[in-house]
């Protein structure tokens, strides 16, 4: 059997170039931070920071076709398994850098820093390429932005708030109010789905939320003969994302002690923006098939689920294991609101002329992005 064959299967002909090239130059680099060339660390962090991510992308890959067959499988409905599965699918490397950052480094700060680091990557960025890359400006569904976008604002306000109230440390109240939070979510998911199958003989399911069409598993390789190797592969592919989410975290905070940057920062820009790359390519295939509604909708479940799940259980996981509240030290309160701002200002950008996303407005997402990236540097 050929060495390279799992390898070739897991990233693909292409991508394994890159996962070679880049795990060659790490082992360099390591050779050479042991000789004392002190730019070798950097290169050894910065290539170890890059086979993560793709580790974590195609990791997300398998997980959602594994997904999809269980849920076929038992007849889940579409708006539960968007709000559930997808949801799972697209924000685990997220769920796994809060439980690393509470449970195994103590610093529940940094889990935050990414979570939010995250959701305005998301709803700045991943909008901003698929809007770029579109045909057509994108004219999104009315529900996407009034239900999910403003659920999404408030979850984002409830956050903020948490913070402000219990700016010293979390323990199960504040846990069990996100969970409340997520399952009026799943409620109002489900609700408005059974609607839209009452009022539609012909109801065809494919749920706003959906982070990849029929068309965008063309790639796909597996194909699942049974649940048993379904969920073989569902807890195999988390236990692939939590390692690489692992590696993700070390060599990041690594890079910041070389560079002197703060690890909650590097939570912020680094950690979060590993985390969401294999959303913003799932994106831009949407939106260049002209699925726009897909291109944009995963971002306000991933959102919500980053904020209530992602944060709430790794807190409860804590309080179980040391009986203590999870302290909390995160003075760069300003990252919170720069977040909220974004959600208002994609809102409005989402709402005005019909519904309709310009290149223009996705140009200005993507510019405000760096900015505020530039800006929490200072913070």
Wanted: glycine share 8%.
């Amino acid at each position: 059997m050929n060495p390279f064959t799992p390898l070739l299967f897991f990233f693909g002909k292409d991508m394994s170039r890159h996962i070679i090239l880049l795990s060659g130059i790490a082992v360099i680099a390591w050779f050479m931070t042991l000789s004392g060339v002190v730019w070798g660390g950097y290169l050894l962090w910065i290539s170890l920071i890059l086979i993560a991510t793709l580790i974590i992308w195609r990791a997300g890959d398998f997980f959602s076709p594994a997904a999809t067959y269980i849920q076929n499988k038992h007849d889940i409905p579409q708006s539960i398994k968007a709000a559930v599965i997808d949801a799972i699918a697209s924000s685990f490397p997220e769920f796994c850098v809060a439980i690393i950052a509470v449970i195994l480094i103590g610093r529940a700060e940094v889990g935050i820093s990414t979570i939010v680091g995250s959701a305005l990557y998301n709803v700045l960025v991943i909008p901003a390429a698929a809007g770029l890359v579109a045909s057509s400006p994108m004219v999104i569904s009315r529900e996407v932005v009034w239900r999910d976008n403003i659920y999404y604002l408030g979850v984002a306000l409830l956050l903020g708030a948490m913070l402000w109230m219990f700016p010293n440390e979390w323990g199960a109240g504040v846990a069990v109010i996100f969970l409340l939070a997520y399952l009026g979510y799943v409620f109002l998911l489900h609700r408005d789905f059974k609607k839209s199958k009452n009022q539609s003989a012909d109801f065809k399911e494919t749920e706003i939320l959906e982070t990849k069409t029929d068309d965008d598993d063309d790639d796909d390789e597996l194909e699942f003969t049974s649940e048993k190797k379904a969920w073989m592969w569902v807890a195999g592919m988390m236990i692939v994302m939590g390692g690489a989410s692992h590696l993700l975290v070390e060599a990041s905070l690594a890079l910041g002690d070389m560079l002197g940057i703060d690890a909650v920062i590097m939570g912020f820009v680094v950690i979060a923006a590993g985390t969401s790359v294999p959303d913003t390519a799932l994106s831009v295939i949407s939106a260049k098939k002209g699925n726009y509604d897909a291109a944009v909708s995963n971002v306000f479940g991933s959102n919500i689920f980053d904020i209530c799940i992602c944060l709430s259980i790794p807190i409860l996981l804590a309080l179980a294991i040391s009986g203590e509240a999870t302290a909390i030290e995160l003075p760069q309160l300003g990252l919170i609101w720069s977040l909220i701002g974004a959600t208002f200002l994609a809102v409005y950008f989402f709402w005005s002329n019909n519904y309709t996303l310009t290149k223009l407005k996705a140009g200005m997402m993507g510019f405000l992005y760096l900015l505020i990236i530039l800006i929490s540097f200072s913070f």
